[in-house]
């Protein structure tokens, strides 16, 4: 039966293809009905799997002992194995295999999350807590059930999953995957701003459909609508096929927009490209930028297991710069916010902030160790002779913060024997920021809007959450007012104003862009060429 429903942000595109489901941790859980005669057989896999996970445990424990440390994790996997030797585990799956005629994954996955559903409707802080150890458990009895197969997707495939990182989209994109959905995450999520990055089609916040949907299932995704469809009627296969060849058409006669500059530049205005991947400069010359307006260099830093030393970081920016032949690339300093937190212990150590997005990201992390400053800003600054590049700072709150980032780039340029200046930037993306714009213009060489943490900031709305997506609205009049107030503040001070939020590929936005004469949007490189034609457009009614 058809069913659809909507979700919380959707990267651009539409897609018909066939489900591909993973779980949290990435596993590809089949689900599919048996016969009554595959009763037995299925019963004894999941026994068998359920001895394998606790014998592979009682090595884990032998091996701690025999190391004599571990003092923390014993009780742990004592806990686990309890779990394993669980009769509930075992009457709930087998009951889902006898009555429902599902596969042992399916049974052991329906199984496992009515208990994780019991276990979050506890009162007790520490029983909700528990949730995680029976999912890892449900992953200890998943790796030794030989159906948990590597990977394989296919071009028509769209992956759905609890959630994906950054680096997990750029890994679906490499496949090359039709796309994705996650059950979690809101408009802004990081995860969505990649995939609008590399033009890969998917969903977020999705829950529904996650609940729904099986594997082998047809589904279309609306991403430009943020809908989805999943069992389509023939009916409405046909006509999304109709919309995805009319999106096509469209595209392609965006391609006479490649290189229209004279348009931005009657505007005054460059159409810049955030960039996370090295892989994106390729896509963003292909879409005709003027240059990186935002390169976010956590990204590199959270695809490693160990801190990129300055070497390793250099060899990267330089790729980055030289791929832009000679057009200006900003790079910003390390900002690993809330939602990249658990992809950044290496930077982190064991920093657990009460409320990551408040603690110590941004420029209070980089102030915090200055070592990492160091290392970043020689890493970027060696680049400084083979391209046009400059600095800046993310999650400014004071003037105090520039200031001191500037003493660290000065003493780093005079070690480099760099005389070349280089222009330190800030980002405008906490209230505080835009309030005291005039302050920080003093010290600052440009002004980076960056309207999605403003957002975030100014309305106290999570920007990853999808249950508070409704509030997370950058048409409240307070975004306007802060960002008028920061781009009056640097024309005063003559220096230059971005836009590097996801609020610079807004069609609704441009005119007010245009009109608070901001210098450049640095939006995804595939919406450049949806702006580029709008300014056309908005030039022809002049
Ligand atoms: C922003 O906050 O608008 C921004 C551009 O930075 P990020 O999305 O990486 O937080
Ligand atoms: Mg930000």
Request: with cysteine.
């Amino acid at each position: 039966m058809s069913v659809q429903g909507t979700a919380a942000a959707g990267s651009g595109g539409i897609i018909i293809g066939v489900v591909q489901k993973l779980d949290a941790k990435q596993h590809i859980i089949p689900e599919y009905h048996i016969e009554d005669s595959q009763h037995t057989s299925e019963v004894q896999r999941f026994e068998a799997a359920v001895a394998q996970a606790r014998l592979a445990l009682e090595q884990e424990l032998d091996a701690l002992s025999q190391h004599g440390h571990g003092n923390n994790l014993r009780p742990i996997l004592e806990a686990h194995d309890l779990m394993l030797a669980d009769p509930e585990l075992h009457s709930g799956t087998v009951q889902c295999i006898h009555e429902e005629n599902m596969n042992v994954e399916w049974a052991l996955k329906r199984c496992l999350a009515s208990f994780t559903q019991a276990f979050a409707h506890m009162d007790d802080a520490y029983l909700q807590s528990r949730q995680a150890d029976i999912m890892q458990v449900g992953s200890r009895i998943l790796n030794q059930l030989s159906a948990v197969k590597p990977t394989i997707f296919q071009t028509t495939s769209i992956i759905i999953s609890p959630d994906f990182s950054p680096a997990d989209v750029v890994g679906l994109w490499r496949e090359g995957v039709a796309g994705f959905v996650t059950a979690q995450g809101g408009k802004d999520s990081h995860a969505m701003i990649v995939a609008r990055g590399v033009g890969l089609t998917g969903l977020a916040g999705a829950q529904a459909l996650w609940a729904q949907a099986k594997d082998g299932d047809r589904l279309i995704v609306d991403a430009e609508r943020h809908t989805w469809i999943l069992n389509p009627t023939p009916e409405q296969e046909q006509d999304y096929q109709a919309a995805v060849e009319a999106l096509q058409k469209e595209q392609k006669a965006l391609q006479d927009f490649v290189k229209q500059t004279p348009i931005t530049q009657a505007f005054n205005m460059s159409l810049f490209a955030n960039v996370e991947f090295v892989e994106e400069v390729v896509l963003a010359n292909q879409y005709g930028v003027d240059g990186i307006g935002l390169f976010r260099t956590e990204f590199l830093f959270m695809q490693s297991e160990t801190l990129p030393d300055e070497d390793v970081q250099y060899a990267y920016y330089q790729g980055i710069v030289q791929g832009m032949r000679g057009k200006p690339v900003t790079f910003r300093l390390l900002d690993v916010g809330a939602d990249k937190l658990a992809h950044a212990r290496t930077i982190f150590g064991d920093y657990d902030g009460e409320n990551p997005a408040l603690g110590l990201r941004g420029v209070r992390m980089l102030l915090h160790k200055p070592e990492l400053l160091k290392t970043q800003l020689r890493a970027i600054l060696r680049c400084a002779h083979e391209g046009d590049i400059s600095v800046l700072v993310p999650m400014v709150v004071s003037a105090a913060e520039m200031v001191a980032v500037r003493k660290v780039m000065l003493e780093v340029q005079h070690a480099l024997k760099l005389d070349k200046s280089i222009d330190l930037g800030c980002m405008i993306e906490v209230p505080a920021a835009a309030l005291i714009a005039h302050d920080l213009a003093k010290v600052s060489d440009f002004f980076s809007i960056g309207s999605n943490d403003l957002v975030q900031y100014t309305l106290a709305v999570d920007r990853a959450d999808e249950h508070v997506d409704y509030l997370y609205d950058a048409s409240h009049p307070a975004i306007y007012n802060l960002i008028q107030m920061a781009a009056k503040a640097a024309q005063q001070h003559n220096i230059p104003v971005t836009v590097c939020g996801e609020l610079a590929a807004s069609k609704a936005w441009t005119q007010a862009f245009v009109d608070m004469k901001i210098n450049a949007l640095s939006m995804a490189s595939s919406s450049v060429l949806m702006i580029r034609k709008h300014l056309s457009d908005l030039h022809n009614k002049l």
